[in-house]
């Protein structure tokens, strides 16, 4: 059984929509006292504006491409219990993988 066949109802767009809605503003409670008044100072300072808007198009994306991932896997047929196991299966190389990137940062 794929999620996709438990998913099949006409409302769960409109259901998707409304809970993305409340989860975005219960972030904006914690994200947004550091985001907003970032995005305020860079919009007041032309030198920074490129740049910024850069990175913060990188970092939106960067937030949203694991959701993305599991989005496309779903929605080509993978089953939970495949997707589990392959994240199971490779749980030492995921890790490997962070811990090299944050020592890269």
Known sequence: MTIREET??????????GAGTIVS????????QVYLPT?????RVPALRTHAILYLALYNLMFILPLI???????????WERLSGLLKGHLALIKI????????L
Do not use: W
């Open 69 to 79: 991932n599991i989005l496309c896997f779903t929605y080509f047929g993978t089953t």
């Open 25 to 32: 503003n219960l972030e904006l409670e914690c994200t947004g």
């Open 39 to 43: 995005i305020g100072f860079v919009v």
């Open 97 to 104: 993988i962070t811990v090299l990137f944050f020592f890269h």
């Open 8 to 17: 099949r109802s006409n409302g769960l767009i409109l259901a998707s929509f």
